[in-house]
C-alpha cells in the first residue's frame, strides 16, 4: 500500500504533491528545491547554498519516511545551469561520502521558482 510522506523540518510543497511516498520498503521523494522553511523562501547565495539547502530538504523527507541518505539507492539531480556542476559536486560529496547511490545530473532549461538545483531520490526504509 502507498503512504504519503510528510516532513515536518521541510517546506511545504508549492504544487499538488507530497514530500514522497513509500511503497513496501521503497522511498520515492519529489524533487526537494533549495527553499528553507523557515525564510519561507529559496535560500540567498548561489549554487553552494542552494545545493546545501536542497539536500538538507532530502535528507528531512527520507528520515521522516523512515530512511536516510545512507539508503539512498539514486538520485536525480537538476541543474540550471551545466557549468555549477563542479560546485554541486562539491557539496554532494559532503552528504554521500562512501558507497554513493547511482546518479544523474543534467542541466534543465528553467526549475521553479527560478532555483540554480533540485534533486529527488529512490531509498530503501532502513532495515
Do not use: W
Not at 92 to 114: H, M
Amino acid at each position: 500500500m502507498k503512504t504519503i510522506i510528510h516532513a515536518e523540518s521541510a517546506p511545504a510543497a508549492i504544487g499538488p504533491y507530497s514530500h514522497g511516498t513509500s511503497y513496501g520498503n521503497l522511498i520515492f521523494t519529489s524533487g526537494q528545491l533549495p527553499v528553507c522553511k523557515e525564510k519561507g523562501g529559496v535560500v540567498d547565495g548561489g549554487i553552494t547554498a542552494q545545493s546545501i539547502q536542497s539536500l538538507e530538504n532530502l535528507k528531512y523527507v527520507l528520515e521522516a519516511g523512515g530512511g536516510s541518505l545512507e539508503t539512498v539507492l539514486k538520485t536525480t539531480c537538476y541543474l540550471a545551469e551545466i557549468s555549477d556542476f563542479a560546485a554541486f559536486n562539491e557539496v554532494y560529496k559532503t552528504y554521500f561520502k562512501t558507497d554513493c547511490p547511482a546518479r544523474s545530473c543534467f542541466a534543465v532549461k528553467d526549475l521553479p521558482l527560478g532555483v540554480k538545483v533540485e534533486v529527488e531520490a529512490i531509498a530503501h526504509v532502513k532495515i
